[in-house]
């Protein structure tokens, strides 16, 4: 949503050109922040 939204604000400042590169590692960025969301950690065994 962030990364739309960018874009759209760009787009209506006149800015057409877009930094491959950069795009790229904010792609991935976000990504790895969505699958970090996704991780789950199991709780601690009660091993005694």
Same mark, same amino acid.
């Given at each position: 949503?962030? *990364?739309? %939204?960018a *874009?759209a +604000?760009?787009? $209506?400042? @006149?800015e057409?050109e877009l930094? +491959?590169? +950069? $795009? !790229?590692? !904010?792609l991935? *960025? *976000? %990504? @790895?922040e969505?699958?970090? @969301?996704r991780? +789950?950690v199991?709780p601690p065994?009660?091993?005694?």
């Amino acid at each position: 949503m962030a *990364l739309r %939204d960018a *874009l759209a +604000t760009m787009h $209506l400042r @006149g800015e057409r050109e877009l930094h +491959t590169e +950069t $795009l !790229a590692r !904010a792609l991935r *960025l *976000l %990504d @790895g922040e969505r699958r970090a @969301g996704r991780v +789950t950690v199991p709780p601690p065994s009660s091993a005694s």
